[in-house]
């Protein structure tokens, strides 16, 4: 079990481009949860699928952010038009299930993204 | 505000000795759960400890939950080099799913 693969490990972007992010979860977890750490604002959540299933996007930027899971195997985080501000640790995790915060997050490495 | 928090930014301990983190909490929540991040990985899980339990051990770590409270400590003996990281309290309000993490304390551990 390699765990939660996140790829690219680091992102370089100028201001404007687009970025996508991807995320493969652990084989036979159900829920896949998108974070963004920052010294400034710490662990911040963006957004949850559970079986493929958007369930929550609450945290994500209302515009330029947006998330997909298009198979049980893979996520992707896509940012358009990037600015400065977007520049953090974007941190997937999985979960077996998902139930009322009693369940354990496996996360990934992450990936660093800068926007010049 | 956080829904949970980590009482203290920084510590620093020798190696050998114990130390303990505090995390307190806003409404009723199913379980705490604390987490370390070392530099350049993500958030790996300690314990998770719910809320019908008082205490919780793993090896060298113990952790406690106080409802009453509604606070949380996490205690590590015989502290080694290794246990430098940030220490996360996370924890989702009752009836909600979402896990929010606090600010973290970063530990360092001097040998």
């Known amino acids: 079990n390699a765990g939660v693969i996140q790829t690219p490990r680091h992102k370089v972007t100028g201001k404007g481009q687009e970025a996508t992010l991807w995320c493969e979860p652990i084989s036979g977890h159900s829920a896949v949860f998108w974070y963004r750490q920052t010294i400034v604002q710490g662990l911040e959540f963006l957004t949850y699928f559970r079986n493929q299933a958007p369930i929550d996007d609450s945290g994500m930027p209302k515009e330029r952010f947006s998330a997909q899971m298009p198979n049980q195997s893979h996520s992707t985080l896509k940012i358009q038009s990037t600015q400065p501000q977007d520049s953090a640790v974007y941190l997937c995790?999985?979960?077996?299930?998902f139930g009322q915060g009693a369940e354990t997050l496996y996360f990934g490495s992450g990936t660093r993204l800068t926007v010049l | 505000s956080q829904l949970a928090e980590e009482n203290l930014w920084a510590l620093s301990v020798h190696e050998g000795e114990s130390v303990t983190v505090n995390c307190s909490y806003k409404t009723s929540i199913t379980a705490l759960q604390w987490y370390r991040q070392k530099s350049g990985e993500g958030p790996a899980q300690l314990i998770l400890?719910?809320?019908?339990?008082r205490e919780k051990r793993n090896g060298r770590l113990r952790a406690t939950l106080d409802t009453s409270s509604q606070s949380s400590s996490l205690s590590i003996t015989a502290t080694r080099c290794e246990d430098t990281a940030v220490y996360f309290c996370?924890?989702?309000?009752?009836?909600?799913?979402?896990?929010?993490f606090g600010s973290g304390t970063q530990l360092t551990v001097m040998p």
């Open positions: 400890i719910r809320s019908n339990e």
């Open positions: 996370a924890a989702a309000s009752s009836g909600s799913w979402q896990l929010i």
């Open positions: 995790a999985s979960s077996l299930d």
